[in-house]
């Protein structure tokens, strides 16, 4: 069984920060990629952004350089630094965990939390 259970949201004025994080849990043996993505109200989710297990990372044109994206692989982590937040940005975030796969199997299983409500308003 694996949880992503995310944390960090919250109401913050334009141009404040926020710092999102993912927990998964579970008998995990790798994850390939974790990432964010966000859906906001009427429209459909969208990627913000993904790292793999070695480190790359690849940004939504509309975040880069405002949001880092970062892991920790042992403790199956992953954070989003959220800075210069636009009232676009918000949006309910949520994790997932790609291509993750749990000791003693050898299949490889896409999962995500129940996302996280950010809100930027003056």
């Known amino acids: 069984q694996v949880q992503l259970v995310e944390s960090g949201g919250g109401l913050v004025q334009p141009g404040g920060s926020l710092r999102l994080s993912c927990l998964a849990s579970?008998?995990?043996?790798?994850?390939?990629?974790m990432g964010w993505y966000r859906q906001a109200p009427g429209k459909e989710r969208e990627l913000v952004a993904t790292?793999?297990?070695?480190?790359?990372?690849n940004y939504a044109d509309s975040v880069n350089g405002r949001f880092t994206i970062s892991r920790d692989n042992a403790k199956n982590t992953v954070s989003l630094q959220m800075n210069s937040l636009k009232l676009e940005d918000t949006a309910v975030y949520y994790c997932n965990a790609a291509g993750l796969r749990l000791r003693g199997s050898y299949r490889y299983m896409d999962y995500w939390g129940k996302g996280t409500l950010v809100t930027v308003s003056s």
């Open positions: 790292i793999i297990s070695g480190g790359s990372t």
């Open positions: 579970g008998s995990i043996f790798s994850i390939n990629a």
